[in-house]
């Protein structure tokens, strides 16, 4: 029997004893049988979320089957979270994005900025890191590292051809990885744990403001646009690249060429794209200073009945319906495309906000921070570094997206807990999942990447450790400086 299969099958064990534990112990004083279950169904799903003991994505439906059995939460109660508006709009932006991938359009679009940006070896991953980065503020940040990764071994295999022996071509594959987890941070629809944080927010403080895909892009553009730059910094000092690389151009003309004029079915995902977005960012008012602008929700008086997951829908239905101006598929998309989708992902954010709504109910996120209020007895900055840290190095063995279904929810309790805003811990814990740089398993991007046999885990390893601590300082100093104040106005 393999190591792996002794991994999964401990943790299958583990899961199911540790929930027998918390379902025929006494609570302890302060805390409600149904919230000590709540507590073992999530600790079941986080021991198997970390072991894979069976698909994560399958891990995602045992609320659905638990609660109701265990007497935690009802049936209907349970399922509608996988039905959550945030849900919904996530499953809308996969649509957008398979329609986008479908036309090329993404692919245009990375090699213009690649083309733009000059011909020397710093210049060429710079320029792989901002097309990557911007095209995973819309797309799964997955999707965009295999679309990058030939691309970029077509340019690494020229410069191989000419005898040049550098860590031009590990920088470049290293590059594309950490530049699309960094740049799915920036907008809502980039990353699950920023669709997880949006929905436990929500279940959990329905009394404090909406982040809806603007207001987070306030917090996560600034952010993006300052670290990015950083990285790819640390970047050409750590590999200690120079020099020019001509032979980059011929490589990107020749891709470019290979597209052709932009088509009807480019043209019309572009069109639905951009609306897309402007109905995100003017859906709600927009206030600069004494002046407002109203949001289109507002001017058809239907501000309380629509949520961004509206604009993602009517998008996603647009899709189906506008031709595409290609014989083999009639539509911009057709269901045989759309039902290859994540739709696991979906399935996974929908059960973090099971786990959310289970600690809610049963008071058990009420005990949890009662219990771990102690951390208000620290400064605002110490906290945040103490979560970032633990955030970053956590997600390097589990799914960052199981990392913030788990703790998102035990952050927000211990931030009511101890007195403190529950996005001063929620937000940087959101950022510092997609942080984690030195593992294949730290997200689906390193996972291409090293797919790619290109990179080794100890080359990844060695690389990624160093930029862990650099994120670890980036995200404490420019949420204390940025997002804090942001949250205290």
């Not at 986080?46 to 089957?65: K, L, N, Q, R």
């Not at 929700?297 to 604009?311: E, Q």
């Not at 589990?398 to 529950?422: E, K, R, Y």
Request: hydrophobic share 55%.
């Amino acid at each position: 029997m393999s190591k792996t299969t002794n991994v999964k099958r401990n943790g299958l064990i583990i899961g199911l004893v540790i929930l027998a534990l918390c379902i025929f112990l006494p609570a302890p004083e302060g805390m409600s049988a149904e919230g000590l279950k709540a507590l073992g169904v999530a600790l079941l799903m986080a021991t198997w979320w970390v072991t894979e003991s069976i698909p994560i994505y399958a891990t995602a439906f045992v609320p659905i089957a638990l609660f109701p059995l265990l007497g935690i939460m009802e049936a209907g109660d349970t399922a509608e979270n996988y039905g959550h508006n945030y849900v919904l709009m996530l499953l809308g932006g996969f649509f957008l994005a398979k329609a986008i991938e479908l036309s090329h359009l993404h692919k245009r679009i990375a090699l213009f900025i690649i083309s733009k940006l000059g011909t020397s070896r710093r210049k060429i991953i710079l320029s792989f890191m901002i097309a990557t980065a911007l095209l995973s503020l819309w797309i799964a940040n997955v999707a965009v590292a295999l679309l990058m990764l030939p691309i970029a071994l077509a340019i690494v295999d020229k410069e191989e051809e000419e005898g040049n022996k550098t860590n031009f071509g590990l920088a470049l594959m290293l590059s594309i990885a950490y530049a699309a987890s960094v740049g799915g941070t920036g907008s809502l629809i980039g990353t699950p744990p920023n669709m997880v944080f949006a929905g436990v927010a929500s279940k959990m403080f329905p009394n404090l403001p909406e982040i809806d895909f603007l207001e987070w892009m306030k917090i996560g553009m600034p952010l993006v646009i300052i670290i990015l730059p950083l990285v790819w910094l640390y970047m050409i000092k750590y590999f200690r690249i120079s020099g020019e690389f001509a032979g980059s151009h011929e490589v990107v003309h020749k891709e470019l060429i290979g597209l052709g004029k932009m088509t009807v079915a480019e043209k019309r995902v572009l069109i639905i794209f951009t609306l897309t977005a402007l109905g995100w960012i003017f859906r709600r008012d927009i206030e600069l200073g004494s002046f407002i602008i109203p949001g289109w929700s507002t001017l058809l008086g239907i501000s309380h009945f629509v949520h961004d997951s509206t604009v993602a829908i009517v998008a996603a239905l647009l899709l189906f319906i506008v031709p595409s101006g290609r014989e083999h598929v009639k539509t911009l998309i057709d269901w045989k495309n759309a039902s290859s989708v994540p739709w696991g992902v979906v399935m996974i954010v929908g059960g973090g906000y099971a786990i959310a709504a289970s600690f809610q109910s049963t008071g058990l996120a009420e005990f949890l921070g009662a219990e771990l209020s102690i951390i208000s007895n620290y400064p605002q900055v110490v906290i945040l570094l103490i979560v970032v840290t633990l955030m970053i190095f956590i997600t390097e063995i589990n799914s960052n997206t199981a990392t913030a279904n788990i703790f998102l929810p035990v952050l927000a309790a211990m931030a009511i807990a101890g007195n403190i805003h529950p996005y001063l811990l929620m937000i940087p814990a959101t950022f510092a999942c997609s942080f984690s740089f030195m593992l294949p398993s730290g997200s689906g991007t390193n996972a291409v990447i090293f797919g790619s046999n290109r990179v080794s885990i100890p080359e990844m390893a060695r690389a990624g450790l160093g930029l862990n601590f650099l994120g670890v300082i980036l995200l404490t100093v420019l949420m204390y400086a940025y997002v804090l104040p942001i949250i205290l106005n």
